[in-house]
């Protein structure tokens, strides 16, 4: 899913700006293993 890799990619972005570095790993991350686990079942039906 697109979404979630946008989230992350603005949780990268956003929470640096407010001095929030540890959550703004921590969400990345997230959101970036949440996005690989959801567009996996699409790569396995091609």
Same mark, same amino acid.
């Given at each position: 899913?697109?979404?979630? $890799?946008?989230?992350?990619?603005?949780?990268? =972005?956003?929470? #640096?700006?407010?001095?929030?570095? @540890?959550?703004? =790993?921590?969400?990345?991350?997230?959101? $970036? =293993?949440?996005? =690989? $686990?959801? @567009?996996? #079942?699409? $790569?396995?039906?091609?």
């Amino acid at each position: 899913m697109k979404f979630f $890799f946008i989230l992350s990619a603005l949780s990268a =972005i956003i929470l #640096p700006l407010l001095n929030k570095t @540890s959550l703004a =790993i921590l969400f990345t991350s997230l959101f $970036f =293993i949440l996005a =690989i $686990f959801f @567009s996996k #079942p699409r $790569f396995i039906k091609k």
